[in-house]
């Protein structure tokens, strides 16, 4: 997608009726939901729930069934990302063969709004050597670089599908420090895919819950948890009435 950047007041993405219908059946349907600026937003639910195609939806990689969705005022057209949008998902598809430094070279040569300085920056506060090979990385610093090269190109939305899932805990909280901190600098929203509710817990401030391809619960937690419930709680109690009323 070769489309300029939106002005500032075009959200990040709105969703109105979107639906999408495989032959197994549908993952998602009847999702109206507004993403918001300046949030970083978890996305969760029980696997199935439709988070991953929601996900793809905003991407454009895949195309609604129903309704429709604006991506800051633009219809994903499947020709590729936004150019305000990076997406990473857990698999993170780095070239092995190539250096560190190769791979930013990479970045620099496919994203026109490619910031070089920055993308170093990142991979510097990880300690991760320019010269190695990305096969020869720790997970951690694999996923480092991964977001180097998501946050490169400076985006208005980052979009992380179970980005952390392949880290020990310590990795995990170096790396959510890190998002949280570029984020709210850089004025990023990010959407956050995750099964692991506690380490969301003090980094998201807006919640989108999913279950059976359905939006449960979505706004601020600020407005959600209005008695100071926190992001955790709400999920798990939101969902646990779902699973009563389907079994009822």
């Not at 180097?148 to 020990?168: F, I, Q, V």
Request: proline share 6%.
């Amino acid at each position: 997608m070769t489309l300029p950047r939106q002005p500032d007041q075009a959200l990040p993405a709105i969703a109105a009726g979107l639906g999408k219908r495989y032959r197994r059946g549908w993952a998602l349907r009847e999702t109206s939901l507004v993403i918001p600026k300046n949030r970083i937003v978890a996305l969760v639910g029980p696997n199935g729930a439709g988070k991953s195609t929601l996900m793809g939806l905003i991407t454009g990689l895949l195309s609604p069934t129903t309704g429709g969705i604006t991506v800051f005022g633009d219809q994903p057209t499947g020709r590729g990302l936004h150019p305000a949008v990076s997406y990473l998902a857990q698999q993170k598809p780095l070239y092995q063969q190539l250096t560190v430094a190769e791979t930013l070279k990479l970045g620099a040569r496919t994203n026109p709004t490619w910031d070089q300085h920055y993308a170093e920056y990142l991979v510097a506060q990880g300690a991760v050597p320019m010269e190695a090979k990305v096969g020869t990385l720790s997970g951690g610093q694999r996923t480092r670089v991964a977001l180097a090269l998501a946050l490169g190109k400076r985006p208005g939305l980052l979009l992380l599908d179970e980005p952390l899932a392949d880290l020990d805990p310590l990795a995990r909280e170096t790396v959510l420090r890190t998002l949280v901190t570029e984020a709210r600098t850089q004025g990023i929203t990010v959407l956050l895919s995750s099964h692991v509710l506690a380490e969301l817990e003090g980094v998201c401030d807006h919640l989108v819950l999913l279950h059976k391809g359905r939006v449960l619960l979505a706004g601020d937690v600020s407005r959600l948890g209005a008695g100071g419930t926190p992001l955790g709680v709400l999920a798990m109690n939101r969902m646990r009435e779902a699973v009563r009323e389907d079994a009822a």
